[in-house]
């Protein structure tokens, strides 16, 4: 077993070390990975939208074509490459495609976006790959840097994963919200910038910051999440009410932090950093335990 140490704070608030066990002979159960079923049909869409000023019209061209040959780096040979879509050909490589008639090799099959959007069977191989291989394409590997990407693969299963997986956070983070004891919404609240008075300078009750804090929650889960219950938080919560309230003393002397009171000195805070970030950052190192303690004492 291999151990690490990290600071967390404890019910009381206090702020201690914790050593974690992290097992190194971890027995892993790889279970089979269900056979991803294959599409009857590829979509592709274009990037680029054209906003018209008739409203409820779609934001795309009519009709847009797309060229039938490019010229690619391929992976597999390392190379660049000629390709071309043929209708009936297997292949879209130009080198393996001198076999053909000239005129075969001159036609040029339609490849048309139809209202942004363009729908290929799955049966039609050799268009899906001209289509993918492209420089056109926006998800392929080693484009042509002076190709502009055209369209893109619409991956449905993909885009409704990412909806569930984003609204899990959500309501996460929702629900973090609704159970935070106040001592733990408070500091995370004000550090997240919620209003803690209203527009005529009055203090907003725990009821109306809450709705706030949840609300900041749905609209922004990932850095609620991330940011909850986190010690630096909530010492800087506590330094700044130390500071509003003139316990800690930043203006006299310029660059240094004193007590209000006694004028004792408490650290030096270095050129262009934030007084307020950095003395929060301080309390949590061994030099800064002692004014963590203080802090801490004083909000009890």
């Known amino acids: 077993m291999a151990k690490q140490t990290r600071k967390q704070l404890d019910e009381n608030g206090n702020l201690v ?9 971890i027995e892993i159960n790889v279970k089979p990975v269900a056979k991803k079923r294959e599409p009857t049909e590829y979509i592709f869409q274009l990037i680029n939208k054209v906003y018209y000023a008739s409203p409820g019209r ?80 926006n998800k392929k590997k080693k484009r042509m840097e002076h190709v502009l990407p055209v369209y893109t693969l619409v991956n449905f299963e993909e885009q409704e994963e990412q909806a569930i997986n984003r609204a899990e956070v959500r309501m996460t983070a929702m629900k973090l919200a609704m159970d935070a004891p106040v001592e733990i919404m408070y500091p995370h609240a004000q550090f997240l910038g919620v209003r803690f008075k209203n527009q005529f300078g009055e203090d ?41 309230i003139n316990l800690i003393d ?43 303690n203080q802090l801490k004492s004083m909000a009890d």
Not at 17 to 25: A, G, K, S, Y
Not at 69 to 86: A, G, Q
Not at 88 to 115: A, C, W, Y
Not at 208 to 214: G, K, S
């Open 17 to 25: 070390d914790v050593v974690q066990e992290i097992p190194t002979d």
């Open 58 to 137: 779609i934001p795309y061209p009519e009709n847009y074509f797309v060229r039938n040959t490019d010229v690619i780096f391929d992976e597999e040979t390392e190379t660049e490459r000629n390709i071309r879509y043929l209708e009936g050909v297997n292949t879209i490589f130009e080198d393996e495609q001198e076999h053909l008639s000239d005129s075969k090799k001159k036609s040029m099959p339609e490849i048309r976006f139809v209202q942004g959007i363009l729908r290929v069977p799955a049966n039609k191989t050799s268009l899906v790959k001209f289509l993918m291989s492209s420089n056109m394409f």
């Open 204 to 244: 907003r009750g725990e009821k109306a910051i809450r709705v706030d804090y949840l609300g900041f929650a749905e609209t922004d889960p990932d850095t609620f999440s991330n940011t909850y219950n986190n010690p630096i938080v909530r010492v800087e919560y506590m330094i700044r009410k130390a500071v509003g």
């Open 250 to 292: 930043l203006s006299v002397n310029k660059g240094q932090a004193i007590w209000g009171d006694t004028k004792k000195f408490i650290a030096q805070i270095p050129d262009k950093a934030d007084p307020i970030k950095f003395l929060s950052e301080f309390c949590l190192t061994e030099k800064g335990k002692e004014l963590y």
